[in-house]
């Protein structure tokens, strides 16, 4: 079920959150068994820490305290109140005393997050904590963005073995059909005659069929396009991967599953926008009609490719649905990808790199994803780097030599396709290596609430 505010009947117990720099001053001010019992059970206002107040009568609960660490500390966390949540008993918790405005909107979601779990294929553990959602808060957005994330979660977390192109494919149906979405599929050797030959050459050595997912919604406004990487599996193909690197290869479609939950969030609150998502779903396999190393293949837009890695496949599939996106000329084109590991080398797993060369549009990114606790960064899109993409015996390299720039080389690749559009191209990893509060180890999203966040301003909504 989609995290949502609890609408229970029964009363709330009200929760305080506690700042550790004014712990002892709050406790001051409280009647002398609360602060009794926080100092007996060593509550400090720590991040993390939990504590049910009873009643002065020992009959029922006066209060919950939740800690809320220092100001030093919070900026080294996201969704602080998570973890305290966490260890709150089951039961709903009202927010009474200690976040207000930005912070509290954000611990609210963090809060609806933590209550997920990836249930498929074993049961979660019951009994958590629920919130009510405080008054003056934006609630509907607040479980919007939520139940976005949770998609992005549960599409990447599920492997690959039920999560081929088809049951992607599946996934954007039942999205379209929730929001009265329009959706085209081109599969199999129609991709050849649909002129989207790069798809069908990554996918064509898999039993499981290429396709490209083509999904239409709204009618006026601007136009958004949304192009997401939905490599279902990725070997490497004839340039097989590492055991230990293909091991979290079912997060390959991470591009996809991310614009799917962006798109959940665009159509679930109705932005004055036409959006088109387009998802090119493969898996790259070896078989003996795998692309080979040293092929040279023709794209959608007449640009020739010299393959140099066949592990490089997602910018291919990606070349092709860009350069579809760009003969419509929409007002603001994205892709997101799990494209290259330089991108982690640079920044890590959890900020989201992005590139473009707009740059209203990269302040309005990088203020909503620290207003929206999604941080992402920019890299630049370095002209002094094309030469490295331009092998001379074809148009484009999709695995230059040299191993440096990495990220930055695939997304000069990419945006040969984007034509004359605004362009933003997001190099994501899609997975939390180690649980954090409110978000488990596991898929995660990257970057969509900070691309929903700066809709508005860039689109002149």
Known sequence: MPPVFSISPDPAIDLHVVDQNTCDDWLNKQPTHIAEWARVNGFTGAIGQALIVPARAGDGVSMALAGFGTPAQRARKRFVLAAAAAKLPAATYT?????????????????????????RYAPAAAGKAKLAAPSGIDAATIEALAAAECLTRDLINTPASDMGPEELQAAAETLA????????????????????????????????????????????????????????????GLNLKPGA????????MGGAATVLGLAQMIMGLKLPLRLRVLI????????????????ILTARNGLTIEINNTDAEGRLVLADALALAAEENPDLLISMATLTGAARVAVGPDLAPYFTDDEPLSAALSGSGAALADPVWRLPFHPPYEAKIEPGI?????????????????????????????????????????????????????????????LPTALNL
């Open 394 to 454: 074809a148009d484009l390299d999709n695995a230059p030599a040299g191993g440096m720039a990495g990220a930055i080389t695939a997304a000069l690749f990419l945006r040969r396709f984007s034509g004359e559009t605004r362009y933003v191209h997001f190099d994501i990893y899609g997975w939390c290596p180690a649980a954090e509060p409110a978000r488990p180890k596991g898929g995660t999203g990257q970057a969509a609430r900070a691309i929903f966040g700066a």
């Open 95 to 119: 927010i009474a005393s200690g976040l207000t405005g930005a912070a509290l909107e954000i611990e609210c979601l963090g809060w609806l997050l933590s209550g997920y779990a990836f249930d």
């Open 245 to 252: 690197s293909m091991g979290l290869m079912k997060k390959d």
């Open 280 to 295: 090119p779903a493969v898996e790259n396999a070896v078989s003996a009609n795998a692309f080979r190393p040293g092929d």
């Open 177 to 236: 059909a929730a929001h009265g979405a329009q959706i085209e599929v081109t599969a199999d050797a129609a991709l050849l005659d649909a002129n989207l030959p790069l798809i069908h050459t990554v996918g064509r050595a898999s039993d499981r069929r290429p396709r490209l997912i083509d999904m239409r919604w709204g009618n006026t406004g601007p136009l958004l396009t949304l192009v997401g990487k939905g490599v279902c599996f990725d070997t490497g």
